[in-house]
């Protein structure tokens, strides 16, 4: 059978993806036949042929080949669209907010929080020597924030700033 395909076709479809064009790839015989008598599957995806989305997975298949939108991606396979994984509820930890990405999406804790493993943690300002109270605060951590509060006899606003009464 495919030696008489041979003397029909010649080379005229082995391999040359030009031969696909303003065809309808699916209606296509997905058999090439070569001059030195291999009788070859078309692999679409190899040749570039395919019309899949530059975000779907091509998988090659004996009657065409078949397009699967990437993790991360939705539709058809020819149609890959990004999911907003933001909008589809609760995806990221308390006190961190979602960003939507291409493919995916990112958990960012908010200011004041900093990631630890799966959560995100209030930093500890007083501790760390980040909070700018006055030397003559009292600093406090809060959740997300840390007050200053200037020591008993001293006065001064956000206690970043505290002056001793009476002066
Ligand atoms: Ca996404
Ligand atoms: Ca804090």
Known sequence: MFAKMIVD???????????LKGRKIYELVDVDVCPDGDARLVDECKLQTDQCHQHAQCSDRKDGYVCSCQAGFTGDGKQCLDINECKLGRQCVENSKCMN???SYLCICNEGFV??????DDIDECRDGTALCHRDAACENIPGNYTCTCKPGYYGKNGQDCIREGR
């Open 9 to 19: 076709l010649k080379d005229m479809r082995c391999h040359k993806p030009a031969h």
């Open 115 to 120: 990631k630890n493993n799966l959560t995100c």
């Open 101 to 103: 990405t291409l493919g």
